[in-house]
């Protein structure tokens, strides 16, 4: 099993930075990669940022130039810098691994519990 604790949420003024973290515990053959996600009342949950093991990144349109997610690969932990906040990036925000249990496991996906972050003035 893979368990991933999320940090980092709270209230922020628009305009403010806010920087989430997510730790990757237990056991697993390979850490493929991780992200982050967000769902706002009433939305789906939307991808915001994601990176490889390697290190390639992508970014949802809204947060590009925003928001930089990195990691700790010796860590297994990834972080969200989240810059110019805005009321609309008021979410709860999810962390996402892609990991293989075993060496010749499919990747299978784990998420973390939630973290709220809220914009507000």
């Known amino acids: 099993q893979v368990l991933l604790v999320e940090s980092g949420g709270g209230l922020v003024q628009p305009g403010g930075s806010l920087r989430l973290s997510c730790a990757a515990s237990?056991?697993?053959?390979?850490?493929?990669?991780m992200a982050w996600y967000r769902q706002a009342p009433g939305k789906q949950r939307e991808l915001v940022a994601r990176i490889s093991r390697g290190g390639s990144t992508n970014y949802a349109v809204s947060v590009n130039g925003r928001f930089t997610i990195s990691s700790d690969n010796t860590k297994s932990t990834v972080y969200l810098e989240m810059n110019s906040l805005k009321c609309e990036d008021t979410a709860v925000y999810f962390c996402n691994a892609e990991a293989q249990r075993w060496r010749f496991s499919p990747n299978a996906d784990y998420w973390g519990q939630g973290t709220q972050v809220t914009v507000s003035s």
């Open positions: 237990g056991s697993f053959f390979s850490m493929n990669a």
